[in-house]
């Protein structure tokens, strides 16, 4: 399997984390769950065969999804099949930075998935064409970087509030900072939660949930001695009984579970 990431430069970089591709991908497993980190995520299909989104963890059947999709921020996990050979390329956002290139609010795709035409038209068609056509990963990335800055939305108004608040919280994701960082930007609590969410795609407060519980994955991943009391209440959770209610509400999966089962990649768990 061949696994590639780029990071773009300026000024796409405020909005866009990474690009990533890969092909050939060789999985023992059919399907496998797609852990929430608060951000969209667009991926175009390099192969014919189209990729399943389930309902579950053993639907019988899903939803196909062919050419190219974007995936707004998740309020919990998704289930999406495990397809070996399968070459995709794509784009994780930075929290907020979605808009300004999608060219539409954030709030409005909250937990969904939709085919990239839905979005962009015909265009999403030559975006595929020329990304098939460039002969090299680095070509590609550069097709995909270009289309990404040619798109890319002169910042509204409130955005240096938002990236603000964004940072604010995903150093500090306790719902008590919602109203000291609405206090430091200057904006009431309700219209700090209405522009989080046009922005974003999640209101603070389910926000904070999600990046701490990402923060826990992120200890595990670094191999830190597991001792789940502990962690627990480093990353500011009441106590363990409120640990395990959240990982398992954003997982699906109780946390010696997760630790038993979690793949390659940490937020993606393999099913089957």
Known sequence: MQYAVYVPGPPLHQCVER???YSGL????RRERVLPEGTFELMINLTEAPRYLFDGDHAESGTPYHKAWVSGAQSRYLVIDALPGSSMIGVHFRPGGASAILGMPSGLLRDRVVELN?????AQQDLRDALL????IQSKFLVLEGELQRRLKRAPSGRRAIDYAVQRLSANPASAMITTVAREIGWSHKHLIQEFHRAVG?????FCRIRRFQEVLNRVEKGDALEWAGLAADCGYFDQAHFIREFREFSGLRPTTYLRERGEYVNFVPIG
Do not use: N, Q
């Open 19 to 21: 690009l990533w591709f």
């Open 26 to 29: 060789d999985v023992g497993h």
């Open 118 to 122: 839905e979005i962009w038209g015909c």
């Open 133 to 136: 056509e460039a002969p090299t």
């Open 202 to 206: 999640l209101g603070p407060k389910r």
